[in-house]
């Protein structure tokens, strides 16, 4: 643009206020990560119930499971009765399960980017969990979340828990200060899963056939090479100290972002929704044509 040149150094003024304004703006979403970790206490109680009505650590009474969408069906007294007393043979017929089964299993199914991730030879394990919480960084450190994942016993890992760390930045780039848009996650981290032996399943054996280079005999032998698993989510690339990644980390760091934004914005709030697929429409509509998140969003989880 052919700037006049006294106007083009106004406008360099004018470019520098807008830094400063970058950094009023790291300031703001600063307190917004404070009040949110304000508030994921007041909400911890409610999830806690949550999670003990799923492993059936508490019963919910009658009053509790009343839901008002129950009693707006227009249904007959004819058709109520009916209906309760074939509820009340099938109650004979099979013992009723204890708390909600395969409840976060049925999550991961409902939700396409959880989906996407899942083997075969995952859903047996995922069957175990039995809650995923939030932690927030305490005040004064690096801003961060950890999704920790909640296991009751079981015959593959001896972990109780398996837990993943985002470590997020709320600051303006230095050398491009105009991107900001609230804080990024930078990096993450697994941890360790111990599992039973024979059950690691982010590990498949192959057998291979080997030509002795001179004497052409073949011989067979075994290797463990990674196999594809949600567990893998646990061991992401890491981001080396220069920050320059290939492709492939890349991308799965790109998709990991997503996805751990996604469990703690969406998934861990309101899990029943997922569970009953309610909440799946509802996500459809912040997304526009293109598939970009609706600008309401307070975290961004682009990887530059
Ligand atoms: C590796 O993955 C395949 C296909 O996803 C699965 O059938 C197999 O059970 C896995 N191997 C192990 C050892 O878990
Ligand atoms: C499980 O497999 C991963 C590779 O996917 C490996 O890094 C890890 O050491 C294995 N763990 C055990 C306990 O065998």
Avoid at 12 to 18: E, V
Avoid at 101 to 127: G, R, Y
């Amino acid at each position: 643009l052919g700037l006049l040149k006294p106007n083009k150094i106004r406008v360099n003024a004018l470019k520098n206020l807008q830094v400063k304004c970058a950094h009023i703006e790291a300031k703001f979403y600063e307190e917004v990560h404070e009040l949110e970790r304000k508030y994921a206490a007041l909400y911890q109680p409610l999830f806690d119930k949550r999670s003990d009505i799923v492993k059936a650590a508490y019963e919910p009474t009658d009053e509790e499971c009343e839901w008002k969408a129950d009693e707006e069906e227009e249904l007959t007294e004819e058709m109520k009765e009916k209906a309760k007393l074939e509820e009340e043979k099938k109650d004979e017929e099979k013992e009723d399960p204890k708390g909600i089964p395969e409840f976060w299993l049925t999550v991961f199914k409902n939700v396409d980017l959880l989906s996407d991730m899942l083997q075969e030879h995952d859903e047996p394990i995922l069957k175990h969990l039995q809650d995923i919480k939030v932690k927030f960084s305490d005040p004064g450190q690096p801003m961060s979340f950890t999704l920790e994942f909640h296991f009751e016993p079981n015959e593959f890992f001896t972990n109780a828990m398996l837990t993943k760390t985002y470590k997020m930045r709320s600051e303006p780039d230095e050398n491009d200060p105009f991107s900001f848009d609230g804080p990024e996650i930078m990096c993450c981290t697994g941890c360790t899963i111990d599992w039973t032996k024979g059950k690691n399943v982010t590990l498949k054996t192959i057998k291979k056939k080997q030509k002795h280079k001179g004497r052409g005999t073949v011989r067979t032998v075994t290797k463990t090479v990674p196999n594809d698993s949600f567990f893998n989510f646990f061991t992401p690339p890491e981001v080396p100290e220069n920050g320059e990644l290939d492709e492939d980390s890349e991308a799965v760091l790109a998709a990991d972002f997503e996805i751990g934004h996604f469990i703690r914005e969406r998934i861990v709030p309101r899990a029943v929704l997922y569970f009953t697929g309610e909440a799946i429409e509802d996500d459809d509509d912040d997304y526009d044509e293109e598939g970009e998140e609706a600008d309401d969003e307070v975290t961004s989880f682009s990887h530059s």
